[in-house]
Protein backbone atom coordinates (compact mmCIF):
# COMPACT_ATOMS: atom_id res chain seq x y z
CA UNK A 1 0.00 0.00 0.00
CA UNK A 2 1.80 3.35 -1.12
CA UNK A 3 1.17 6.19 0.57
CA UNK A 4 -1.58 8.82 -0.23
CA UNK A 5 -0.92 10.39 -2.91
CA UNK A 6 -2.95 13.91 -2.49
CA UNK A 7 -4.99 12.18 -5.47
CA UNK A 8 -7.29 9.65 -3.52
CA UNK A 9 -9.39 9.84 -0.55
CA UNK A 10 -9.59 7.06 1.80
CA UNK A 11 -11.20 3.96 0.29
CA UNK A 12 -9.38 4.49 -3.05
CA UNK A 13 -12.13 7.63 -4.04
CA UNK A 14 -11.00 10.41 -5.22
CA UNK A 15 -12.02 13.45 -3.25
CA UNK A 16 -14.55 14.68 -5.75
CA UNK A 17 -16.69 11.52 -5.19
CA UNK A 18 -17.51 12.36 -1.21
CA UNK A 19 -17.50 15.93 -1.95
CA UNK A 20 -20.20 15.33 -5.07
CA UNK A 21 -22.42 12.81 -2.05
CA UNK A 22 -22.38 15.55 0.01
CA UNK A 23 -23.86 18.64 -1.79
CA UNK A 24 -26.06 15.86 -3.75
CA UNK A 25 -27.18 14.77 0.33
CA UNK A 26 -27.14 18.50 1.17
CA UNK A 27 -29.61 19.44 -1.67
CA UNK A 28 -31.68 16.48 -1.09
CA UNK A 29 -32.29 17.62 2.63
CA UNK A 30 -32.66 21.24 2.21
CA UNK A 31 -35.45 19.74 -0.59
CA UNK A 32 -37.28 17.85 1.86
CA UNK A 33 -37.24 20.22 4.40
CA UNK A 34 -38.86 22.85 2.26
CA UNK A 35 -41.33 20.57 1.36
CA UNK A 36 -41.78 19.82 5.08
CA UNK A 37 -42.29 23.82 5.80
CA UNK A 38 -44.68 24.09 2.98
CA UNK A 39 -46.90 21.41 4.20
CA UNK A 40 -46.36 22.88 7.66
CA UNK A 41 -46.94 26.12 7.04
CA UNK A 42 -50.39 28.12 7.08
CA UNK A 43 -52.35 26.62 4.53
CA UNK A 44 -50.29 24.49 3.80
CA UNK A 45 -50.85 21.74 1.28
CA UNK A 46 -54.87 22.61 1.59
CA UNK A 47 -54.45 26.04 0.34
CA UNK A 48 -56.17 27.07 -3.12
CA UNK A 49 -54.60 26.51 -6.13
CA UNK A 50 -54.58 30.31 -7.03
CA UNK A 51 -52.72 30.93 -3.61
CA UNK A 52 -50.11 27.88 -4.34
CA UNK A 53 -49.11 29.54 -8.00
CA UNK A 54 -48.35 33.22 -6.08
CA UNK A 55 -45.87 31.21 -3.90
CA UNK A 56 -43.37 31.32 -6.08
CA UNK A 57 -44.82 34.67 -7.48
CA UNK A 58 -42.18 37.23 -6.20
CA UNK A 59 -43.62 39.99 -3.73
CA UNK A 60 -44.43 42.44 -6.72
CA UNK A 61 -46.65 40.13 -8.54
CA UNK A 62 -48.11 38.87 -5.30
CA UNK A 63 -48.96 42.33 -4.28
CA UNK A 64 -50.42 43.01 -7.92
CA UNK A 65 -52.35 39.43 -7.40
CA UNK A 66 -53.54 40.16 -4.00
CA UNK A 67 -54.99 43.35 -5.07
CA UNK A 68 -52.74 45.20 -2.62
CA UNK A 69 -52.22 47.79 -5.15
CA UNK A 70 -55.46 48.79 -6.04
CA UNK A 71 -55.35 50.94 -2.80
CA UNK A 72 -51.95 51.27 -2.40
CA UNK A 73 -49.75 53.20 -4.71
CA UNK A 74 -46.08 52.72 -5.34
CA UNK A 75 -45.02 56.23 -7.04
CA UNK A 76 -45.77 57.97 -3.49
CA UNK A 77 -49.30 59.28 -4.78
CA UNK A 78 -52.39 58.56 -2.12
CA UNK A 79 -54.93 55.96 -2.91
CA UNK A 80 -57.27 54.24 -0.24
CA UNK A 81 -54.09 53.50 1.80
CA UNK A 82 -50.96 55.23 2.06
CA UNK A 83 -48.58 55.18 -0.52
CA UNK A 84 -45.80 52.41 -0.39
CA UNK A 85 -43.00 54.83 -1.83
CA UNK A 86 -40.68 55.50 0.85
CA UNK A 87 -42.35 53.58 3.77
CA UNK A 88 -39.97 51.40 4.74
CA UNK A 89 -37.66 52.62 7.86
CA UNK A 90 -39.82 55.54 7.74
CA UNK A 91 -41.78 57.16 11.15
CA UNK A 92 -45.74 56.26 11.17
CA UNK A 93 -48.00 58.51 13.12
CA UNK A 94 -50.47 56.78 14.26
CA UNK A 95 -54.47 57.61 14.71
CA UNK A 96 -53.95 56.89 18.56
CA UNK A 97 -50.54 59.66 18.85
CA UNK A 98 -47.63 57.26 18.98
CA UNK A 99 -44.99 57.14 15.92
CA UNK A 100 -43.36 54.21 15.16
CA UNK A 101 -40.50 53.52 12.83
CA UNK A 102 -42.09 51.20 9.93
CA UNK A 103 -39.59 48.50 10.20
CA UNK A 104 -39.97 44.68 9.12
CA UNK A 105 -42.25 43.70 12.02
CA UNK A 106 -44.39 46.92 11.42
CA UNK A 107 -44.86 45.69 7.92
CA UNK A 108 -45.31 42.33 9.21
CA UNK A 109 -48.34 43.03 11.45
CA UNK A 110 -49.85 45.90 8.94
CA UNK A 111 -50.33 43.04 6.82
CA UNK A 112 -51.83 40.59 9.45
CA UNK A 113 -53.74 42.27 11.32
CA UNK A 114 -53.82 46.10 10.03
CA UNK A 115 -56.59 47.00 12.60
CA UNK A 116 -53.60 46.41 15.31
CA UNK A 117 -52.25 49.70 14.16
CA UNK A 118 -53.54 52.60 12.22
CA UNK A 119 -52.15 55.14 10.13
CA UNK A 120 -53.08 58.65 11.62
CA UNK A 121 -55.89 60.50 9.05
CA UNK A 122 -56.79 56.80 7.42
CA UNK A 123 -59.79 54.39 8.14
CA UNK A 124 -59.13 52.03 10.44
CA UNK A 125 -61.51 48.81 8.78
CA UNK A 126 -61.06 49.44 5.33
CA UNK A 127 -58.05 47.12 4.65
CA UNK A 128 -58.97 43.38 4.91
CA UNK A 129 -56.93 41.18 7.51
CA UNK A 130 -54.24 38.61 5.71
CA UNK A 131 -53.66 36.49 8.67
CA UNK A 132 -55.93 34.22 7.19
CA UNK A 133 -54.68 34.46 3.47
CA UNK A 134 -51.17 34.97 3.46
CA UNK A 135 -48.71 32.98 4.65
CA UNK A 136 -46.01 34.17 6.43
CA UNK A 137 -43.86 33.61 3.36
CA UNK A 138 -45.72 35.61 1.44
CA UNK A 139 -46.05 38.51 3.87
CA UNK A 140 -42.06 38.63 3.77
CA UNK A 141 -42.05 38.26 0.08
CA UNK A 142 -44.32 41.77 -0.04
CA UNK A 143 -42.29 42.83 2.76
CA UNK A 144 -39.22 42.51 0.95
CA UNK A 145 -40.67 44.23 -2.30
CA UNK A 146 -41.93 46.99 -0.03
CA UNK A 147 -38.85 47.36 1.28
CA UNK A 148 -37.31 47.64 -1.97
CA UNK A 149 -39.18 50.79 -2.52
CA UNK A 150 -37.51 53.19 -0.35
CA UNK A 151 -36.96 55.19 1.64
C1 LIG B 1 -59.35 48.15 0.38
C2 LIG B 1 -58.10 48.89 0.42
C3 LIG B 1 -56.85 48.18 0.86
C4 LIG B 1 -56.32 46.99 0.39
C5 LIG B 1 -56.92 46.05 -0.64
C6 LIG B 1 -55.06 46.81 1.06
N1 LIG B 1 -54.83 47.84 1.93
FE1 LIG B 1 -53.17 48.11 3.05
N2 LIG B 1 -54.01 49.77 3.92
C7 LIG B 1 -55.23 50.31 3.56
C8 LIG B 1 -55.52 51.45 4.42
C9 LIG B 1 -56.77 52.32 4.37
C10 LIG B 1 -54.42 51.58 5.29
C11 LIG B 1 -54.23 52.63 6.40
C12 LIG B 1 -55.01 52.25 7.65
C13 LIG B 1 -54.31 51.16 8.43
O1 LIG B 1 -53.25 51.43 8.99
O2 LIG B 1 -54.83 50.04 8.45
C14 LIG B 1 -53.48 50.50 4.95
C15 LIG B 1 -52.25 50.28 5.55
C16 LIG B 1 -51.28 49.40 5.10
C17 LIG B 1 -49.92 49.36 5.56
C18 LIG B 1 -49.31 50.31 6.56
C19 LIG B 1 -48.95 51.52 5.74
C20 LIG B 1 -48.29 52.66 6.43
O3 LIG B 1 -48.20 53.73 5.79
O4 LIG B 1 -47.83 52.55 7.58
C21 LIG B 1 -49.31 48.34 4.87
C22 LIG B 1 -47.85 47.91 4.98
C23 LIG B 1 -50.28 47.75 3.99
N3 LIG B 1 -51.48 48.42 4.15
C24 LIG B 1 -50.04 46.70 3.16
C25 LIG B 1 -51.03 46.10 2.36
C26 LIG B 1 -50.82 44.88 1.61
C27 LIG B 1 -49.50 44.12 1.53
C28 LIG B 1 -51.99 44.59 0.98
C29 LIG B 1 -52.33 43.38 0.12
C30 LIG B 1 -51.94 42.07 0.62
C31 LIG B 1 -52.92 45.65 1.33
N4 LIG B 1 -52.31 46.53 2.18
C32 LIG B 1 -54.22 45.74 0.86
C33 LIG B 1 -56.07 49.88 2.55
C34 LIG B 1 -55.89 48.70 1.83
Redesign the pocket.
Same mark, same amino acid.
Request: glycine share 4%; aromatic share 10%.
Given at each position: MSEWDGTTWPFGKPASFFAGAAIGAFFTTAIALAVMMWIASPGGIDRDPMAGAAVSADGEA??NA???? $???SIDGST??????AG?AG?V?T? $?DGTDVV?DAA??RQ??LE??A???DG???A???Q?RD??SIGE?NQ??TY?QSLGP
Open positions: LAQGCT $ACHLTGPSWLSRL $AAYLSIPRQIVYPAVMPYTLVIVI
